[in-house]
């Protein structure tokens, strides 16, 4: 990438010396300890969402590279798993260490290289150290049980299932790469494959891991298109693969491992989740929660958001109307100026997949209360913008009532009493989170134990919690819940030993 393009995307933008510092480099992935590039010598353009510039030439891996990483986990997973689990724990410590020391850098090429607000993305690299730090305190967990099944002893250790395959969408780029802490404090190696659209930050901390972990502990490559994520998938050392992304690439990875072998594969998916707000809750409490779990900063592009907004028919104007205000007092900008609160979509792809759903919406009946397009104003440039969108008289069996949009669109329904308002929110194909809002204690557990849905809050949206299993229901995954104990044990298979 050459400096003038490089210049001609950070021209005038905050942080610009800082982020031009951390885009002059040779970007590499890590095989085997070593840092390299693909075995073909290509490369791929990534290309920042706000100036549509491209900013840094990414190694464009070969199944074959994909081959190699698994192959090198495989060699080095007997080492990997002699060490004791606080060993483990130790090393992913030191490496949170060493992304704490650069913080800064890592959320600065977030927010170039997907888009996400620089109050985001600081955001996510500290919520990536807190799980790390987790799941290496949660090490000690990693035991078995014993049986009183007759006066033998009967009992069970937890031992790492091998080769451990990680697989991640663009919406959080960094974040979800430091999941690797839980297969790897339970003493897999890891082939990573981070997001195409948005791998910069993973390669960049691949470089940090590169000096902590033995040789062939970590392995990451990125490439365009299905071919590697096919075969890593795929091959014959993955025995467990985490994949966090799309339904129908979850559905693709369920397929190919099926394919290839028996292996334990979860899924975190995408959702069209609900959020119920009842006579009797806080108006102004309610309706701020309802921007919040919409996740518009992130410009909607996170599969927890509550993108689905039920309110009675009693308060249904007031809801609206104050959601409507929160929105048009937010700030939506260049994602590395620090008043920015909402940002880019990640790609063209992306930006025109939300206007179309809006488009479509409004031809089905919907109306605009706010937002509906790309906002005005030589602030925004070229940038890959759509305004926080709030679509009135929409239909549970509409298009946008039933599919994911993936962007900054929340779509109100009505509903008039609490059997209809289960029946909306469970009448699509998904079931990962969802939200009711009532000062009524009973009325809430109802729905809570109504809803179809992997994870719920009450009186509240959006938030997550350290050692609170998060997954869904549905075709919103399936294998078990994550950012959790749950999700460090997952990784180990439990052996039974019978001493008679």
Known sequence: MTETTVRAALTGREHAEEVERLLDRQWSMLIGGQLRGSSSGETFESVDPFSLEPIAEVPNATVGDADEAGDRAEEAKAGWREKTAAERAALVLDFADLVEEHREAIALLDSIDAGSPIINSRSDVDTALRQMRMFAGLAPEIKGQTFPATSALHLSVREPVGVVAKIWPYNHPFMFFCRIAAPLVAGNTVVAKPPATAPLSTLYASELAATVFPPGVLNVV????????????????????????????????????????????????????????????????????????????????????????????????????RIVKLLETRKQGDPLSEDSQQGTMINQGQYDK???????????????????????????????????????????????????????????????????????????????????????????????????AGFVWVNGSSSHFLNVPYGGVKASGVGGKEESLEELLSYTDEKVINIL
């Open 222 to 321: 990125v490439g365009k298109g299905s071919g590697v994520p096919d075969h890593i998938v795929r091959h014959p050392a993955v025995r467990r693969i985490g994949f966090i992304g799309s339904e129908p690439t979850g559905r693709t990875i369920q397929k190919n491992a099926a394919e290839s072998g028996v292996k334990h594969v979860t899924l975190e998916l995408g959702g069209k989740n609900a959020m119920v707000i009842f006579p009797d809750a806080d108006p102004e409490a309610a309706a701020q929660s309802a921007v919040d779990g919409m996740n518009f900063t992130w410009s909607g592009q996170s599969c927890g958001s509550t993108s689905r907004l039920l309110v009675h028919r009693d308060i249904h104007d007031d809801i609206v109307a």
């Open 354 to 452: 939300s206007i179309g759903f809006i488009d479509t919406a409004l031809k089905e009946g919907a109306s605009v209360a706010t937002g509906g397009g790309r906002p005005d104003g030589k602030e925004f440039g070229d940038g890959l913008f759509v305004e926080p969108t709030v679509l009135t008289g929409v239909t549970p069996d509409s298009t946008i009532g039933q599919e994911e949009v993936f962007g900054p669109v929340l779509s109100v329904i009505p509903f008039t009493d609490e059997a209809e308002a289960l029946e909306i929110a469970n009448g699509v194909a998904y079931g990962l989170t969802a939200s009711v809002w009532t000062k009524d204690i009973d009325r809430a557990i109802r729905i809570a134990r109504g809803f179809e």
